[in-house]
Antibody, heavy 120, light 107 residues
Framework: EVQLVESGGGLVQPGGSLRLSCAAS????????MNWVRQAPGKGLEWISY????????YYEDAVKGRFTISRDNAKNSLYLQMNNLREDDTAVYYC?????????????WGQGTLVTVSS | DIQMTQSPFTLSASVGDRVIITCRAS??????LAWYQQKPGKAPKLLIY???TLESGVPSRFSGSGSGTEFTLTISSLQPDDFATYYC?????????FGGGTKVEIK
């Protein structure tokens, strides 16, 4: 069974940093491109970042470009999101999501999400 | 960026009703469109991709159609488990973008 488990969320002050992790199991992690998608409280879904299978290609949504960095460790079956200079409008549940096929850019498996709250 | 607009915002329906949700793209996305279902407190679930291909395990009462800029998600006979929020997503170009969602409520 495919499992994606996010961790690392929490309360952080504006300007602070957090590193989210997503532990993958039940599939060959190194064969799939991965994404981060977030959802602000009571709002819709927002894609924020993509990483290819060997990390050679990365994409970011403009609102996080220059502040967030996506990475992966295929040996550890893990996906990461380093978030710096956090703002209050980054408050959201952050999901890791697997591309259905490598480079397909739509998502067939999602984690349960981890809540990031940015507030003073 | 490609803007995705869903309508209606909210839909009240009864069990057994036929439900149609519309998604419009601000420019042509060919058939590069997916639909998701999300229930409160849960992660989204993929229903349909490439505009009309049903994801494995999704009931056949769900169907998708359209191409270019206009797309529909149809639930042929609404079931109690279908009350949820539905999102479309384009993957024609980056940034990947979602529609604002359509909440299907019990009438």
């Amino acid at each position: 069974e495919v499992q994606l488990v996010e961790s690392g969320g929490g309360l952080v002050q504006p300007g602070g940093s957090l590193r989210l992790s997503c532990a993958a199991s039940g599939f060959t992690f190194s064969a799939y491109s991965m994404n981060w998608v977030r959802q602000a409280p009571g709002k819709g879904l927002e894609w924020i970042s993509y990483i290819s299978i060997i990390s050679s290609t990365k994409y970011y949504e403009d609102a996080v470009k220059g502040r967030f960095t996506i990475s992966r460790d295929n040996a550890k079956n893990s996906l990461y999101l380093q978030m710096n200079n956090l703002r209050e409008d980054d408050t959201a549940v952050y999901y890791c999501a697997r591309d259905k096929d490598s480079g397909s850019y739509y998502f067939d498996n999602w984690g349960q999400g981890t809540l990031v709250t940015v507030s003073s | 960026d490609i803007q995705m607009t869903q309508s209606p915002f909210t839909l009240s329906a009864s069990v057994g009703d036929r439900v149609i949700i519309t998604c419009r793209a601000s420019q042509s996305i060919s058939s590069w469109l997916a639909w998701y279902q999300q229930k409160p407190g849960k992660a989204p679930k993929l229903l349909i991709y490439k505009a009309s291909t049903l994801e494995s395990g999704v009931p056949s009462r769900f169907s998708g159609s359209g191409s270019g800029t206009e797309f529909t998600l149809t639930i042929s006979s609404l079931q109690p488990d279908d009350f949820a929020t539905y999102y479309c997503q384009q993957y024609n170009s980056k940034p990947l973008t979602f529609g604002g969602g359509t909440k299907v409520e019990i009438k």
